[in-house]
């Protein structure tokens, strides 16, 4: 008790920013320089991993090079590093000892948070040092023990004016319910900047975040506070937001309210939201709404409406959504409404669940685009007598997005309710007989589907573990796989194989296999643009050369080489991202080579963030992301490496399919 009573002090003390003036200027700027040798021999070093070569330029007079040091232990993270970024903490320079601060954070070391604490500097005005305060108070929120939560979210001495600290507290608090932490103190600061008519914007954005993706937090008690922000605020990334937190409190006068404001709302981002906080309430109360929202022109309402029927269809009512396909109706609507459908209607209609499925495969012929093909064999997985047909239609395929819709065609039928009671009795019989199917598919293994196939074998809800003594069949379909170009569905495998035989699993990372090609800012320069022609238009993009060089290297070489040209945007997640980059044109391709991920303090604050997209740290390649909305759970996770600054309404229109006819790049 009395060591938290001295902790709550601290943090007290700590945030107590007063007002007095730095008066000492600083002696030097950090100046990076991307065609400097030292700066290149640096990022070389943490491009490799080599902690104790960097760690040598740790009391280098040259505050450029200092700051390089702590900046690249965000991305390595070693707690070899924490020595060297503890003594940078105290360096004059601003930037370098917020970049040591953030690595910290970044490593994870719960014993670092005393550390991290002490280096709070209580002199400040006008900004001097809140960059450094609120980047240790999103550190601590990373690495502080639960204990800590309550009194920092506790503390109120300071302005509505310091954004900088506002936005380190509430970034603490986020990251703490990022790690499944929260507590009543904690949600209750998240509701007052929400509601306090002075918080900074930035600050209310991350708040509503937080109250839409906390897991166990009451909202009861603040809904109609919450509730008159929602209908007032101006910023639909407030909105939207707080739509997913409105629909936890399942509560009817708030459904009112959300039904109310969907009528008049602008923005389609928040709409989508609302119709996805709407499978929180009974279903009556809402099926009328979802079901006018089926016949949407607009794609993504009518897709967002459809999926509620998959989640949250009713039996009785099953057979009359197929009434709601209109002649406008994509095939994704569409494929969603026969799944919801076959998932709802009871097992023993069996000439209506064969009169579907063969409707199904009539639509299959009359498309030519396999994306469209592939959303029709998706609703296969709802119907478990499937199992065998589904393997038989897309196992051959020669498109990719194909193959792997069937893998998890599969997975979906094993885990709907309706598996049992098509089967009953014979039910383990058969989850053996698809055991014996998909060892089958593993002895040529394709990497798509065998990443699916794993996550399946390893589903502890599945139990499949007591029902073969043979997995070995699994390990050797992992050591036939291309390394690093496949190390995704390697993982996965062998993580299924220790699963199933309660061996130890260790996750395997590349080796160093792709060093930055300087050679590319020689020929181009360090400041970059982009356009990614698109099937809908253009997209301009700034690079971020000096945030994330590796990858804005290896960007940069794959659009020289016309690499992205003709690939497709094989994932679309509306109010989330976009994302393409892939030679197989389903998520699980690359080429044989990895890059190292490139941790920075730069944020998925806003849409238009280019990130590398990745199955792990340090296994980025060629598949790349844009936002479409603040994307906080990111940060510090996935590389940025550019920025979007013309053709967002082009990023709003993309559709899973779309494709990259070219990326040309301009120098400045």
């Known amino acids: 008790m009395k060591e938290l009573k001295g902790l709550v002090v601290l943090i007290v003390a700590i945030l107590m920013v007063g007002c007095?003036?730095?008066?000492?200027?600083?002696?030097?700027?950090v100046t990076l320089d991307v065609f400097d040798p030292t700066y290149r021999k640096i990022k070389d070093y943490q491009d490799q991993r080599l902690v104790d070569s960097i760690l040598m330029y740790t009391s280098d007079p040259n505050p450029a090079y200092r700051y390089l040091v702590a900046n690249s232990m965000a991305s390595i993270q070693s707690e070899k590093a924490l020595d060297s970024l503890y003594q940078l903490l105290m360096d004059p320079i601003l930037e370098i000892r917020t970049a040591a601060a953030f690595s910290i954070g970044q490593i994870g070391k719960e014993s670092s948070t005393d550390v991290l604490l002490n280096a709070f500097r209580a002199k400040d005005s006008i900004d001097v040092d809140n960059h450094y305060n609120a980047t240790i108070l999103e550190a601590v929120g990373k690495l502080g023990p639960k204990k800590l939560l309550t009194p920092l979210a506790t503390v109120s001495t300071y302005?509505?004016?310091?954004?900088l600290l506002l936005l380190g507290q509430t970034r603490a608090i986020y990251q703490y319910a990022l790690r499944g932490h929260t507590t009543l103190e904690g949600t209750d600061r998240m509701i007052y900047y929400l509601t306090e008519g002075k918080t900074p914007e930035s600050v209310r954005v991350l708040a509503a975040y937080y109250l839409a993706r906390a897991r166990d937090i009451d909202l009861t008690a603040s809904k109609f506070r919450i509730a008159e922000i929602f209908t007032s605020s101006q910023n639909p990334n407030v909105k939207m937001m707080l739509a997913i937190a409105l629909g936890k409190t399942k509560d009817r006068e708030i459904l009112n309210i959300l039904r109310q404001q969907y009528e008049v709302e602008e923005s389609k981002a928040v709409k989508l939201n609302i119709l996805r906080a709407y499978s929180n309430f009974n279903y009556i109360a809402v099926i009328d709404d979802i079901l006018k929202e089926v016949t949407s022109e607009d794609k993504e309402i009518a897709s967002t409406a459809a999926h509620f029927l998959i989640t949250n269809g009713n039996r009785n009512d099953a057979l009359i959504y197929k009434d709601f396909i209109t002649d406008n109706s994509?095939?994704?609507?569409?494929?969603?409404?026969?799944?919801?459908?076959?998932?709802?209607?009871?097992?023993?209609f069996i000439n209506s669940r064969n009169g579907l499925k063969n409707e199904l495969k009539e639509k299959i012929e009359q498309v030519a685009d396999p994306y469209d093909k592939a959303h029709y064999y998706s609703a296969f997985g709802y119907d478990p007598a499937s199992y065998k047909e589904i393997i038989e239609l897309t196992s051959d395929s020669k498109h990719a997005i194909i193959r792997t819709t069937g893998a998890e065609a599969l997975y979906s039928l094993m885990k709907i309710d309706g598996f049992v009671q098509t089967f009953r009795g014979g039910h383990k019989r058969i989850k053996r007989e698809i055991i014996d199917l998909i060892q089958e598919q593993l002895e040529k293994p394709d990497a798509g589907t065998a990443a699916i196939y794993a996550e399946l074998l390893s589903d502890p809800d599945l139990d499949l573990k007591s029902l073969s003594d043979d997995f070995e069949f699994i390990k050797n379909a992992a050591s036939k796989l291309d390394l690093p170009k496949e190390i995704e569905t390697y993982n996965s495998l062998m993580k299924a194989y220790s699963f199933l035989t309660d061996k130890a699993f260790t996750v395997k990372t590349p080796d160093y296999n792709h060093p930055i090609d300087w050679t590319i800012f020689s020929s181009l320069g360090d400041t970059v643009q982009v356009v990614l022609k698109t099937s809908k238009g253009n997209i301009r993009a700034m690079m971020y050369s000096y945030d994330a060089p590796g990858s804005v290297a290896n960007f940069m070489q794959l659009a020289q080489d016309n690499y992205y040209d003709g690939l497709n945007f094989h994932r679309v997640v509306p109010n989330f991202v976009i994302q393409g980059g892939c030679p197989r044109g389903d998520g699980f391709g690359s080429l044989d080579y990895t890059i190292r991920s490139e941790f920075n303090q730069v944020y998925y604050d806003g849409e238009g963030y280019l990130g590398m997209a990745s199955a792990g740290k340090d296994t980025e390649g060629t598949q790349f992301f844009i936002t479409l909305a603040p994307t906080p759970h990111l940060n510090g996770k996935y590389t940025i490496f550019g920025k979007v600054i013309s053709g967002m309404d082009i990023v709003n229109k993309i559709e899973v399919g779309d494709k990259i006819e070219d990326v040309v790049i301009t120098k400045l």
């Open 159 to 163: 302005r509505m004016t310091d954004t």
């Open 330 to 348: 994509s095939p994704e609507v569409i494929a969603k409404i026969y799944s919801s459908i076959l998932k709802f209607l009871p097992t023993y």
């Open 20 to 29: 007095y003036p730095d008066t000492e200027e600083p002696l030097t700027e």
